[in-house]
């Protein structure tokens, strides 16, 4: 790889370079040459683009050493370009990755208000574009990973370990990868999925390929609205990055008004120990939400009568904070 390095503002600033290697990444370029293609007219005819215009695109990432031209008007893949081959790493304009890659110029919204400035962009919040454009909500799965959250990780510590747990609310789980993985594990407790209508209604097969479709209920429904009541686990795993101080507070008091004096609420992403830095990430801007650290966290727990009982680093480098309803009296 090459031991080229960024010198320059002018070069930090450069907005030609990251679009024409989202241009590649979508068109597959990579791909028609790993297939044989290297000419860039023959690449231009089955990429079924201009070729004048996919020529100076590749000149100028030859020139950024990101492809190799062998001879005049013959591209190879080099180290950096062979990324482009892996559909987990390949920009792509297409779907989410055009939200994601277009939503960056919505930035200075984000800066100036602390509000995401999707709907600006593109019609609708994000949430809401998702459910009204079902080809994005899919890539967005597909993106994130398993069922759209992630590689599933049942084993997170709860106190008092999980004898004493037998139902469990995945509180806007989507399609129910992770409460399938914890039903799995443990045949018996039984779980309630809450999500969107339009998402829940495609956890049955997650669910049946699990084998623990008998032990689920799905709940279509916004998880502002109330939860359904009694469980002794109400997991939070990746939602509360996604919202702003104020509907944190909502969510989590929703999960409050649902538990009984001994349930806990577990909460996997959104809250970081106090000496964390800081990190800007493209779901900050999309959704206009934070990461809370600890301290402040405690005091949006309280908000919502509750109050931590537990805060953890796993070694897999995730953050577990476990919250419990404060008795009245």
Not at 165 to 184: F, H, N, S
Not at 246 to 270: N, Q, T
Request: proline share 6%; glycine share 10%; hydrophobic share 40%.
């Amino acid at each position: 790889m090459s031991d080229h390095k960024v010198t320059s503002l002018e070069e930090l600033s450069d907005l030609c370079t990251p679009w024409c290697i989202h241009v590649v990444g979508t068109l597959r370029i990579a791909d028609h040459i790993a297939a044989g293609i290297d000419d860039i007219a023959d690449l231009a005819k089955a990429a079924g683009c201009d070729y004048f215009a996919l020529r100076v695109v590749l000149s100028h990432l030859v020139n950024k050493r990101v492809f190799d031209e062998i001879q005049p008007g013959r591209i190879a893949l080099n180290e950096v370009s062979q990324g482009l081959l892996d559909p987990t790493r390949r920009p792509d304009l297409h779907g989410i990755g055009g939200r994601m890659a277009y939503a960056w110029g919505t930035l200075p919204t984000f800066v100036q208000t602390g509000q995401s400035g999707y709907a600006d962009m593109f019609g609708l919040p994000f949430w809401e574009d998702l459910e009204a454009h079902p080809e994005i909500a899919e890539s967005f799965d597909a993106l994130m990973g398993p069922a759209g959250h992630g590689t599933p990780d049942p084993n997170f510590p709860v106190t008092g370990g999980w004898e004493n747990v037998k139902t469990v609310v995945d509180v806007g789980g989507g399609t129910g990868a992770m409460l399938a993985e914890i039903l799995r594990n443990r045949p018996e407790i039984r779980g309630t999925l809450v999500d969107l209508p339009k998402t829940v209604a495609r956890s049955n097969e997650i669910f049946q390929k699990a084998g623990v479709a008998n032990r689920v209920t799905v709940s279509g429904q916004n998880f502002f609205d109330p939860l359904p009541a009694g469980a002794d686990l109400y997991l939070l795993k990746k939602v509360l990055n996604n919202w702003s101080d104020r509907e944190k507070v909502l969510i989590l008091r929703r999960c409050a008004e649902a538990a009984h004096p001994a349930s806990r609420i577990v909460i996997l992403g959104g809250i970081s120990p106090d000496e964390t830095p800081h990190e800007l990430a493209i779901d900050l801007v999309m959704l206009g939400g934070r990461v809370s650290p600890l301290s402040e966290f405690r005091q949006l727990a309280l908000e919502a009568n509750l109050e931590i009982s537990a805060a953890e680093m796993q070694a897999s480098g995730g953050y577990v904070v476990e919250c419990k309803p404060i008795q009245s009296g």
